[in-house]
């Protein structure tokens, strides 16, 4: 069998027709939805890539690993930190996996021993090995800038757009980085980027922009044409795999590092981009997907909420493999056969507000604490020495509007005893 871990970028779940979404933008995701098992409270660990990335691969919180800022990566990638470490991906290929995917040797510390050919070449030049295969598209992170046809797709036919919005637009097509004029990226000030400042898609961009509400439609409809032309890669991914006669026989996994912001607060991005980063939902529901139909039953859908470190054991899991290392994540599959209805209530989040531009000297952190009823965020700043919570309800509030934590001490303080944890250093 194979393994086929899809991480798109920055996508929402919100925004996917199989979990609703008027539009269609994800037709090939909901055909692995109906023959496979849809989360619908999946939450991530952070809101920008490198700490998800790990966690997916680990199984671990970020309290953990404790892996979250660029210089964290540093120290990870180039200064030995976890020289000898061992990870899932090592004892996959201990079982005969082949380990490859798409830009991953720059998580190399996890396992990944060199970066791959293009997926569909990579399926054929494999078709009589077994391998794991970690994919990274990237459209639906900024800048937005699908083809025309598609953002013509998406806009709403109300949609009139005055010249200062299309000039907006014009700069969400173009840019990575688009944060208000009181912050700043560490790009801009003059770091030099531990992973490399990229190429293509890749390749780091930056505007100081501040948006309007009537920007709204245009955006949306940007990002739903580059969900539309992720979404059309999977179906060809898919459709090699059937040509191979493949698919049953291949483990898909479909999720995403964080969400994305799309004017909710104000903002469009995530932390990285917009440097204003938060804990709320549009930024840390992501969509999980899986399908294996010699395993799995199909056109299941999962309400407990899971975490992405809930991964990789479903996978060892499913595979009757044994996940000999430390790990804090658990296996949804007895969730995914109803053999249990019950699961870990909580899961738990950490970002920094500028997530990978955060500027050197900037201790600020975000956590949180998350169940499907409440929502608990901590934001500390130990260089000025505040620490301030916020408290939603999110069955009566799920747009977190109202913080509501001097109302509630009580579910306050239960809450809090659980975060404490996880918050490290930052008590």
Known sequence: MNILVILEDAVRPAHMSCHGYPKPTTPNCDRLAREGVRFDNCISVSTHTFPPVVSIITGQTTAT???????????????????????????????????????????????????????????????????????????????????????????????????????????????????????????????????????????????????????????????????????????RWIAKLEELDQLDDTLIVIISDHGEELLERGHVGHTSCNLKGTLYDECLKVPLIIRYPQKLPTGRVIAQQVSQIDIMPTIFDILGLDLSLPHDGASTYPLILGETDEFRPEAYAETMPAGW???????????????????LILNTDPVAGTRTYELYDLINDPGERVNIYDQEPAIAAELKAKLEPHTGAQN
Not at 189 to 205: F, Q, Y
Not at 357 to 369: K, S, T
Request: glycine share 8%; proline share 8%.
């Open 65 to 235: 690993h404790g892996l979250m800022s660029p210089f964290d990566y540093n120290a990870w990638m180039n200064e030995g930190l976890w020289e000898g470490h061992r990870t899932p991906l090592h004892l996959l290929g201990d079982n005969g996996f082949l380990i490859d995917g798409e830009l991953v040797t720059r998580w190399q510390p996890l396992g990944f021993p060199r970066d791959a050919e293009d997926l569909t070449q990579y399926m054929q030049h494999n078709r009589h090995a077994q391998w794991f295969f970690f994919a990274q598209p990237y459209p639906t992170h900024l800048p937005y800038d699908p083809p025309q046809h598609y953002y013509d797709l998406f806009v709403d036919d109300d949609f009139r757009p005055d010249p200062q919005t299309l000039q907006r637009l014009d700069t969400v097509r173009t840019r990575m980085i688009l944060h208000p004029p009181d912050v700043q990226s560490a790009m801009e000030a003059g770091r030099e980027d531990p992973i490399g400042d990229g190429e293509g898609a890749h390749e780091r961009s930056t505007a100081i922009i501040e948006f309007e509400p009537r920007d709204a439609p245009g955006i949306r409809a940007l990002y739903d044409g580059e969900l539309k032309v992720f979404d059309d890669m999977v179906g």
């Open 357 to 375: 531009q955060a500027i050197a000297g900037d201790e600020r952190r975000i956590f949180c604490v998350r169940t499907l009823e409440w929502k």
